[in-house]
T-cell receptor
């Protein structure tokens, strides 16, 4: 069965520092997609970044990058130069390629950026 | 703004009642997904529709049902509501059904069952 593990329930980081949010996954699929979403206190889910299992390069989107280590089954999110507005809940998610594959989410990491 | 719209934003109702949540996907997206987010269960996939047909089913209770209409909007019907159904219900959409498709989420409907 597919599984996503986020081991950091909460993190406190000083503004302007870089932060790494951990995500490990378990799947027997060869092809899958990995996603990160941000959920601020207002509640909406905001897509941040995507990494395909066959992508050779790590995905980047502005201040967000994904440190993808396929052999270790990890897909950590790196936020560079953190800002106060980055304070939110962050979810790692994965989806396989089969028809019945659903996107599954980790339990999330609550990130607090300190001024 | 993701382009996915959900109505209503908040819904307060009583146990035993029935409610309907509505979702309009992003322009051009054919897939609609429904999720339930509660404090104890986290974010749970309920059901997916693709171009009007059910494509995948998750942890959806028998008291819940959904459909996608020809104009691609979707409705999630929750009946015989229980206190435990109180949650944030998200709709998401994607262009197709591929694993590589990014799902864009709507703002959610917060359901409170009293």
């Amino acid at each position: 069965a597919q599984k996503i593990t986020q081991t950091q329930p909460g993190m406190f980081v000083q503004e302007k520092e870089a932060v790494t949010l951990d995500c490990t996954y378990d799947t027997s699929d060869q092809s899958y997609g990995l996603f990160w979403y941000k959920q601020p206190s207002s509640g909406e889910m905001i897509f941040l970044i995507y990494q395909g299992s066959y992508d050779e390069q790590n995905a980047t989107e502005g201040r967000y990058s994904l440190n993808f280590q396929k052999a270790r089954k990890s897909a950590n999110l790196v936020i560079s130069a953190s800002q106060l507005g980055d304070s939110a809940m962050y979810f790692c998610a994965m989806r396989g390629v089969n028809r019945d594959d659903k996107i599954i989410f980790g339990k999330g990491t609550r990130l607090h950026i300190l001024p | 703004d993701s382009g996915v719209t959900q109505t209503p934003k908040h819904l307060i109702t009583a146990t035993g009642q029935r409610v309907t949540l509505r979702c309009s996907p992003r322009s051009g997206d054919l897939s609609v997904y429904w999720y339930q987010q509660s404090l104890d269960q986290g974010l749970q996939f309920l059901i997916q529709y693709y171009n009007g047909e059910e494509r995948a089913k998750g942890n959806i209770l028998e008291r819940f049902s959904a459909q996608q209409f020809p104009d691609l909007h979707s409705e999630l019907n929750l009946s015989s509501l229980e206190l435990g159904d109180s949650a944030l219900y998200f709709c998401a959409s994607s262009p197709n059904y591929l694993s590589t498709d990014t799902q864009y989420f709507g703002p959610g409907t917060r359901l409170t069952v009293l």
